[in-house]
């Protein structure tokens, strides 16, 4: 599976952004697709993962601010993010689980918030 994520940018703190990741393939059978985040000398973490059957999941960080979604039709998956902090700055990676031995990540888009 390819991803290509897209999407991310410069925003100014209490901005909005919405991150796709289009995938080569049919995605509905996927378990799970997720995005995760990249700080600069940090760990990558998991924001935001869902399910084939559109069960949703959030980092804390995340939660009330940020809404995935999946659209099967387009083979994409959305991050929609708003209310930004400067805290969500990093590289948005989008992922593929398609079972539990295969997983796949796309290259990964910028997201940078200006306090």
């Known amino acids: 599976v390819q991803l290509q994520a897209s999407g991310g940018g410069l925003v100014q703190a209490g901005g909005s952004l919405r991150l796709s990741c289009a995938a080569s393939?049919?995605?509905?059978?996927?378990?799970?697709m997720g995005w995760y985040r990249q700080a600069p000398g940090k760990q990558r973490e998991l924001v935001a993962a869902?399910?084939?059957?559109?069960?949703?999941s959030y980092d804390d960080s995340a939660k009330g601010r940020f809404t995935i979604s999946r659209d099967n039709a387009k083979n994409t998956i959305y991050l929609q993010m708003s209310s930004l902090k400067s805290e969500d700055s990093g590289v948005y990676f989008c992922?593929?689980?398609?079972?539990?031995?295969?997983?796949?990540w796309g290259q990964g888009t910028q997201v940078t918030v200006s306090s």
């Open positions: 393939r049919r995605i509905f059978s996927i378990s799970q």
């Open positions: 992922q593929a689980r398609v079972d539990l031995w295969h997983q796949y």
């Open positions: 869902v399910t084939s059957d559109g069960r949703t």
